[in-house]
């Protein structure tokens, strides 16, 4: 006997189910606001089984899944690599000041540019 199921595909984070059993994201250090696009749940549904729950999920990429932004003008860590004083690759974080990041920028993580070109 084939399950019940009622799957629904979510187009993205406007959808309805979007965000159906995903809890918000508890509130990170420095953040200051909801993210705008996910809303405070850091990812949503591109699937769910309205049934069984089932899910498939997407991380949001303007707070990359953390659910909480940046905003105003403070600065934003970027994780960057940078040689170390011996020669070595080291991860560093760079701060840099809101207004040099586009969400294009926020979006690409570490592979930022810093002087947007
Ligand atoms: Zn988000």
């Known amino acids: 006997m084939p399950h019940a199921s009622n799957i629904v595909v979510c187009d993205g984070p406007d959808?309805?189910?979007?965000?159906?059993i995903i809890p918000l994201k508890p509130r990170n250090g420095m953040l200051d606001a909801r993210c705008p696009i996910c809303l405070g749940h850091g990812e949503w549904n591109t699937e769910i089984d309205l049934v069984s729950f089932r899910c498939k999920r997407?991380?949001?990429d303007r707070c990359l899944g953390a659910g909480w932004v940046e905003t105003g003008n403070d600065p934003i860590g970027v994780p960057d690599i940078e040689l170390s004083p011996e020669g070595k690759p080291q991860w560093v974080i760079n701060y840099v000041p809101r207004e040099d990041v586009t969400q294009k920028d926020a979006s690409g993580g570490n592979l930022l540019v810093p002087d947007g070109s």
């Open 15 to 20: 959808s309805p189910h979007a965000f159906d």
């Open 58 to 60: 997407a991380t949001c």
